[in-house]
């Protein structure tokens, strides 16, 4: 039964492989079907060949790759992907970067702590132990020059350490091992440092001309003798010059600044003792030459350097050096020195033309500025005064910011020499004779206003504004001090305080003229200000400090410039802005009024003092003010009406024992009655408000009736109290 059962599935198994076969074979057959036989014409006409049908190519699968995504932070977009690394070449990479560089760090720590084992034990002397540094460090350079064709810089890299290491192999054997003097050590250093100039000549490396001006400057100013300066600034330029000329060979620009930074610092030992003043600031303005020279013949613009300003800025603070190690020799004339220098290096550059001006703008504000850094303060003054004066007219001649500039820091510097006395430690005015001090004035005076003159001229409206603001600040204290030293002294015999008031008041009156001629935002400013200061000196200044007149003058001073700043105001400005130019010059004249009543009060005719005339000068301004709204009908004036009407009726309550004559007391009730009822009158309502506005007047009415029938009923013709 077993076996039938295993017959069985075997001829099913057989049936089912057959017809698998069959099915392939047709599918074979139908993909290789053969094109149709072309029939075969008779033989006397062949014809042309018969074109055969194209068999149809098998249709190829479709590769689908997967989108690339960009890396945003690559070079080149378009640069295809990099292929992975197989595992050989990982670990290959791995073997040399890792394992050999790693096994010889380990192979360094072995040899130094066998050095240092054997030197600790004794085997090995300090002169064995400077030999072998030696041989270590000639063994890498040695190598470096083999190998200096090599890529990734090799040969320099080798070189760099030898040279390294023979410095601090040479500074070792001296400062730890002593096997020989300083002396020595700054001949090695020198040596050394030849050798690294010279390689860094042949191979035009930057690393080594560094390496090389370190080690030479720093062998300058080694103490072999605390006062040998004469050696040191020696060996200074003996290292200095191979530098520059390395770097004029080369063309690098950059390197030269980075020497006259080296320099300048390597200078600071010898140029501060107390050798020759002479020899010092000329080693540091012979350093200068040289190293500005090399940074202008081989200057190009960079994004940190377009105009070659380095040139410049290292003149000036060489020229600033001078002068504070040279500060006990007055004068300071060798400054001119610099400026020649200057002069000569833009000469020298040829066609270059930025390092060319840079040189010489570099000259003009050492002539300008650093030279009469020496003189005594009031030659300085002179000085600055003039070179601020001529440099401006130049400005303006030639159209030269440079020269403008200049002249503007010169001219700061005349002001500071001008007011500054350092002995007291305070800002104050010059010792100079009353001749010395109005020229030096008109001298600023000039210069301030051509200075406007500049600033107005340029397209910036901005700058004019802002010149004039500042101008005009620095003519008035000009202006001030003038009436200071004129005013003070003589007959008038008037204070510091009082030509300071005065002087306020009549530029207060000159600016607003000027800025309603001129119409500058920035005189508009000024001109407010200094008619707000006029005002309040006006208002405020007790009056028995200064003779009467002054005050007298100050308050016709402060009232027209207020009353010309507000009616300018009031005729270009709009209708709102109008009415609080109104209210605002409205204020500031009822002071003033109020204020000349007060200094009149003591010289009063009408038998009262300076106290009480102030509440007759507030009925006044009632009156006043009332009969301009009922005229006008303006807003601001309705607004100063009732300010007044409350100023005066609550002044009336103020009042002691009346003891004044006997129409005094009456006016001073009636004219608030009537002027509440005329502003009443007069003062538009609206439906919603006129209940409560007509209350508040009643009220007030009613207040002051009182008060003013309990007055005249008391009276002595009358009889009731």
């Known amino acids: ?40 014409e008779a033989f006397h006409n062949p014809g042309p060949p018969p074109i055969l049908p194209k068999a149809p190519e098998p249709e190829r699968a479709t590769v689908v790759r997967p989108p690339i995504t960009p890396n945003w932070f690559a070079d080149d ?27 010889a760090v380990v192979i360094i720590f072995a040899f130094l702590f066998l050095a240092a084992m054997m030197i600790g034990r004794g085997y090995v002397t300090p002169p064995i132990q400077f030999a072998g540094e030696l041989l270590l460090c000639a063994g890498f350079i040695g190598v470096g020059i083999w190998k200096h064709d090599e890529k990734e810089d090799f040969g320099q890299l080798m070189c760099g350490l030898g040279s390294f290491g023979l410095y601090a192999s040479f500074a070792g054997a001296h400062v730890y091992k002593h096997l020989y003097e300083g002396e020595t050590l700054v001949a090695l250093y020198v040596l050394l440092s030849f050798a690294n100039l010279g390689f860094s000549h042949w191979r035009s490396s930057k690393s080594f001309l560094t390496i090389g001006l370190l080690g030479g400057l720093a062998a300058s100013m080694m103490p072999m003798q605390k006062d040998n300066v004469p050696l040191s600034l020696g060996l ?94 007055k004068g300071s004339l060798h400054a001119i020195a610099l400026t020649l220098i200057g002069l000569a290096l833009g000469y020298l550059m040829g066609e270059n033309t930025k390092p060319k001006y840079a040189s010489w703008l570099g000259a003009l504000i050492v002539f300008a500025i650093i030279t009469p850094l020496g003189f005594t303060q009031k030659i300085a003054a002179f ?28 001219f700061v510097f005349a002001l500071v020499a001008y007011t500054f006395y350092p002995d007291k430690m305070a800002v104050e005015f010059a010792v100079l004779t009353q001749l010395e001090e109005s020229a030096l ?11 406007i003159r500049y600033a107005m001229r340029q397209k910036a409206e901005e700058l004019g504004d ?28 008037l204070n510091t305080d009082d030509t300071v008031l005065l002087g306020v008041g009549i530029s ?11 119409k500058r935002p920035g005189l508009y400013a000024f001109s407010a200000i200094v008619t707000c200061l006029a005002s309040a000196g006006a208002l405020l200044r007790d009056h028995y400090v200064k003779p009467q007149w002054v005050t007298v003058v100050m308050l016709f001073l402060a009232a027209t410039a207020v009353s010309l700043g507000g009616l300018h105001l009031i005729r270009q400005t709009e209708k709102e802005e109008r009415n609080l130019a109104t209210v605002v010059m409205g204020i500031a004249l009822s002071g003033f009024f109020i204020r000349m009543a007060q200094v009149a009060g003591s010289h009063s005719v009408l038998g009262l003092n300076s106290e009480t005339i102030i509440y007759l000068g507030l009925a006044i301004l009632n009156v006043v003010w009332t009969g301009l709204a009922w005229r006008t009908r303006s807003i601001g004036h309705f607004t100063m009406a009732w300010l007044s009407f409350a100023f005066a009726a609550c002044g009336e309550f103020q009042l002691a024992e009346p003891s004044f004559p006997i129409w005094y007391s009456p006016l001073l009730l009636f004219v608030p009655i009537v002027t509440l009822t005329i502003l009443y009158i007069i003062t538009p309502r609206k439906a919603p408000e006129e209940g409560i506005f007509t209350a508040g007047v009643v009220l007030a009415a009613w207040i002051l009736t009182t008060a003013f029938l309990q007055q005249e009923l008391g009276r002595a013709w009358i009889g009731l109290k």
């Open 441 to 451: 004035l008109v001298l600023f005076s000039a210069t301030t206003l051509l200075n």
């Open 466 to 493: 802002i010149a004039l603001f500042v101008g005009s600040t620095l003519l008035v204290a000009f202006f001030i001090r003038s009436l200071n030293m004129f005013l003070g002294s003589g007959t008038t015999v």
């Open 236 to 329: 200074h330029f003996l290292i200095l010059i191979p530098a520059a000329l390395v770097i004029l060979k080369n063309k690098w620009n950059e390197m030269a600044a980075v020497m006259w930074f080296m320099s300048s610092l390597a200078l600071i030992w010898p140029t501060t003792t107390g050798y020759d003043h002479l020899a010092r600031v000329g080693a540091v303005y012979f350093a200068c030459a040289i190293t500005l020279y090399s940074y202008g013949k081989t200057f190009k613009s960079t994004p940190f350097d377009v105009h070659s300003g380095f040139l410049t800025t290292a003149m000036v603070l060489t020229g600033f050096y001078a002068i504070g190690i040279d500060s006990g020799h």
């Open 508 to 518: 207060g009156v000159a600016t607003v003229v000027l800025a309603t001629i001129i």
């Open 383 to 410: 000085y600055y005064g003039i070179e601020a004066l001529a440099l401006i007219v130049l400005a303006l001649r030639f159209r030269l910011v440079a020269l403008w500039a200049v002249g503007f820091f010169t």
């Open 1 to 40: 039964m077993e076996n039938e059962e295993d017959q069985r599935r075997i001829r099913e198994l057989e049936s089912s492989l057959a017809k698998l076969t069959l099915r392939l074979e047709a599918l074979e057959a139908k993909v290789s079907k053969s094109p149709p036989p072309v029939p075969v």
């Open 77 to 103: 977009q378009k640069t295809a992907p990099i292929p992975k690394q197989d595992a050989d070449a990982i670990e290959y990479k791995w073997g040399i970067n890792g394992l050999l560089r790693g096994g």
